[in-house]
C-alpha cells in the first residue's frame, strides 16, 4: 500500500472517530436536557398537587370558622334582646318615663290634676291609709281618654313603668301592653298589667274612688 493510501485511511478512521464522539456527545446532551426536563415536571406536578390540597383543607376549615363566627354573633343577639334589664327604662331612648306627683286625699276621693297628666303623659303617685300604700298611675291613651290603674307588674313586683309609642312597658321585667286596651303584647306578665281603676275627670281633676283602692290585693 502506497504511503498516500495509508494516510488516507488513517484519515478516514479519524473522521469516523471524530463524528462518533461527536454523536455520543450529542446524546448525552439529549439526554441531561430529557432528564433535567422530567425533574422540573415532577417538581412542578408535587407543587401543583400540594396547593390543591391545601386549598381543600383550608376552604372547609375557612368556612367552619366563619359559620362559628356567625353563630356565636346571631346567638349574642338573640340574647341581648330577650334578656330583661334591670332598668328597661335607661334603655329606652324615646321613651316617655313617668313623673311623680302628689295626690289629693278627701272626702274618700283620690284626685289629681289633670293637667299633670296631660303633660306629663304618665305619672306615678301613691295613696296611704292605716299604715297601707297602694301604689297608682295614670296615662293618656291613644284615644285622648285618661287611663287609671293600680301601679304594679305582680309577677315581677315591679312598680316603675315607661311609655313607648302606643306601649306601656315594665321597667323591670320588659313586658308590654297596649295603652288603649291594656292587652298584653309581649313579655313574660302580659297578663297582669296594671290593674284598671275606675276614674272620672271632674273639671280640673281626676277622681278615683278610695273603696276599691283600700280592697285592692295582688292577682298573684
Avoid at 10 to 30: I, L, P
Avoid at 85 to 92: K, P, Q
Avoid at 193 to 214: A, F, K, R, T, W
Amino acid at each position: 500500500m502506497s504511503k498516500k493510501a495509508k494516510q488516507f485511511k488513517k484519515s478516514e478512521r479519524s473522521n469516523v472517530a471524530g463524528e462518533t464522539s461527536q454523536s455520543f456527545d450529542f446524546e448525552a446532551d439529549n439526554h441531561n436536557r430529557f432528564e433535567a426536563e422530567r425533574v422540573r415536571k415532577e417538581k412542578r406536578t408535587k407543587f401543583v398537587r400540594a396547593s390543591r390540597s391545601s386549598g381543600k383543607s383550608s376552604f372547609p376549615v375557612l368556612y367552619a370558622g366563619i359559620g362559628v363566627a356567625l353563630i356565636v354573633i346571631v346567638a349574642a343577639a338573640v340574647f341581648l334582646q330577650s334578656k330583661p334589664s334591670g332598668d328597661v327604662n335607661a334603655a329606652a331612648g324615646n321613651a316617655i318615663r313617668e313623673v311623680t306627683i302628689q295626690p289629693t286625699v278627701a272626702n274618700g276621693k283620690i284626685s289629681i290634676p289633670v293637667e299633670e297628666v296631660r303633660k306629663n303623659k304618665l305619672v306615678a303617685f301613691d295613696f296611704q291609709s292605716g299604715g297601707k300604700k297602694v301604689p297608682l298611675t295614670a296615662w293618656v291613651a291613644p284615644s285622648g281618654a285618661i287611663k287609671t290603674a293600680i301601679r304594679m307588674c305582680e309577677p315581677c313586683n315591679s312598680t316603675s313603668f315607661h311609655i313607648e309609642g302606643n306601649q306601656l312597658v315594665c321597667n323591670t321585667c320588659g313586658t308590654r301592653w297596649d295603652l288603649e286596651s291594656e292587652k298584653g303584647i309581649s313579655g313574660g306578665c302580659t297578663n297582669y298589667p296594671p290593674e284598671p281603676l275606675p276614674s272620672v275627670v271632674d273639671g280640673d281633676n281626676v277622681i278615683i274612688d278610695q273603696g276599691p283602692v283600700l280592697t285592692w290585693k295582688p292577682r298573684v
